[in-house]
Protein backbone atom coordinates (compact mmCIF):
# COMPACT_ATOMS: atom_id res chain seq x y z
CA UNK A 1 0.00 0.00 0.00
CA UNK A 2 1.35 3.39 -0.94
CA UNK A 3 1.05 6.58 0.80
CA UNK A 4 -1.24 8.27 -1.37
CA UNK A 5 -3.76 5.32 -1.35
CA UNK A 6 -6.05 6.82 1.43
CA UNK A 7 -6.09 10.42 -0.35
CA UNK A 8 -7.17 8.72 -3.67
CA UNK A 9 -9.53 6.00 -1.75
CA UNK A 10 -11.22 9.51 -0.32
CA UNK A 11 -11.27 12.74 -1.65
CA UNK A 12 -13.92 14.40 0.20
CA UNK A 13 -11.82 13.55 3.13
CA UNK A 14 -8.98 14.89 1.36
CA UNK A 15 -10.35 18.14 0.21
CA UNK A 16 -11.67 18.85 3.39
CA UNK A 17 -8.18 17.61 5.50
CA UNK A 18 -6.35 20.06 2.45
CA UNK A 19 -8.84 23.27 3.57
CA UNK A 20 -8.25 22.43 7.03
CA UNK A 21 -4.74 22.76 7.03
CA UNK A 22 -4.89 26.17 4.86
CA UNK A 23 -7.28 27.61 7.36
CA UNK A 24 -4.87 27.33 10.16
CA UNK A 25 -1.95 28.16 8.24
CA UNK A 26 -4.07 31.33 7.18
CA UNK A 27 -4.89 31.94 11.02
CA UNK A 28 -0.94 31.00 11.93
CA UNK A 29 0.22 33.71 9.82
CA UNK A 30 -2.57 36.35 10.81
CA UNK A 31 -1.56 35.80 14.07
CA UNK A 32 2.06 36.28 13.70
CA UNK A 33 4.02 39.24 15.36
CA UNK A 34 4.68 41.71 12.99
CA UNK A 35 6.32 45.58 14.17
CA UNK A 36 6.15 48.21 11.66
CA UNK A 37 10.04 49.53 13.03
CA UNK A 38 11.59 46.47 14.45
CA UNK A 39 14.02 47.46 17.21
CA UNK A 40 17.45 46.47 15.87
CA UNK A 41 20.56 46.78 17.32
CA UNK A 42 23.46 48.01 14.82
CA UNK A 43 26.71 46.20 15.78
CA UNK A 44 29.59 49.02 16.66
CA UNK A 45 32.87 48.53 17.01
CA UNK A 46 35.23 49.96 20.02
CA UNK A 47 39.01 50.10 19.40
CA UNK A 48 41.27 50.80 22.82
CA UNK A 49 44.92 51.69 22.37
CA UNK A 50 47.59 51.96 25.03
CA UNK A 51 50.28 52.82 25.12
CA UNK A 52 52.34 53.82 28.67
CA UNK A 53 53.69 56.94 29.14
CA UNK A 54 52.05 58.76 25.95
CA UNK A 55 50.52 62.17 26.42
CA UNK A 56 46.58 62.60 25.29
CA UNK A 57 47.59 64.40 22.23
CA UNK A 58 49.71 61.39 21.33
CA UNK A 59 46.97 58.99 21.05
CA UNK A 60 44.62 61.30 19.53
CA UNK A 61 46.61 61.71 16.67
CA UNK A 62 46.19 59.84 13.19
CA UNK A 63 48.09 56.85 12.74
CA UNK A 64 50.80 57.48 10.52
CA UNK A 65 50.65 56.22 7.32
CA UNK A 66 54.14 54.82 6.88
CA UNK A 67 53.05 52.33 9.78
CA UNK A 68 49.99 51.34 8.43
CA UNK A 69 51.38 50.38 5.28
CA UNK A 70 54.39 48.54 6.64
CA UNK A 71 51.79 46.89 8.78
CA UNK A 72 49.71 46.01 6.02
CA UNK A 73 53.07 44.24 4.24
CA UNK A 74 54.08 42.66 7.57
CA UNK A 75 50.78 40.97 8.09
CA UNK A 76 50.77 39.09 4.72
Known amino acids: MNMSAPFIARPVATTLLSIGLALAGALAYV ?3 VAPLP ?3 FPTISVQANL ?3 SPETMAA ?3 RHWSGSWATSQA
Open 31 to 33: QLP
Open 39 to 41: QVD
Open 52 to 54: PGA
Open 62 to 64: PWP
